[in-house]
């Protein structure tokens, strides 16, 4: 609440307004749903592989070249170029359903929010576990359990309250 102290009143009530609408939109849904949370535990999982093909790509790649960059560059390389492979698979799954530039608007009309909360769960895990951006067999089930948890209720709500999904 001290945020909105150092606000001009107009600004601070308009934020406070939004995050009062968003929390009684959190709240009014239905969070027992089963059949809900299969579709964006799905949802989630596809995101996740595509996710993970340019994250321990990139991470793979610093670490077997020997490159010395710094772990913060690393992992926002990684973020990147985890999001885009994302992208891409998603575009290849969804051409098997529609047309190719549907599937890439598809694709790109995706959840930024979902993806970048679930690369940054990811690198944190990594570095939180390894000190750096290193990858080790023990690491690994970490970060993907961390990757898969964190989007996930955001996943729902959206594919709930919005009938929104990007599969």
């Known amino acids: 609440m001290h945020f909105f102290l150092y606000l001009p009143p107009r600004v601070g009530f308009k934020y406070l307004f939004m995050l009062n609408i968003l929390f009684q939109d959190v709240t009014k849904i239905d969070w027992f749903c089963k059949h809900t949370w299969l579709q964006s535990s799905k949802n989630t999982l596809w995101c996740l592989v595509g996710c993970c093909i340019g994250d321990f790509g990139t991470i793979a790649y610093f670490q077997f070249m020997g490159i010395e960059w710094p772990v913060i560059l690393i992992m926002i390389l990684a973020i990147i170029n985890g999001i885009l492979t994302s992208i891409a698979l998603e575009t290849f799954v969804l051409s098997k359903q529609?047309?190719?530039?549907?599937?890439?608007?598809?694709?790109?009309?995706?959840s930024l929010v979902s993806m970048v909360s679930m690369e940054l769960?990811?690198?944190?895990?990594?570095v939180a576990l390894t000190g750096g951006a290193i990858l080790t067999w023990w690491v690994?089930?970490?970060m993907l359990i961390a990757g898969f948890a964190t989007p996930l209720p955001y996943n729902y709500w959206r594919l709930k309250e919005l009938g929104k999904a990007c599969h």
């Open 98 to 110: 529609m047309s190719i530039q549907l599937a890439f608007k598809t694709a790109i009309g995706m």
């Open 140 to 142: 690994i089930p970490f």
């Open 121 to 126: 769960a990811m690198n944190l895990t990594d």
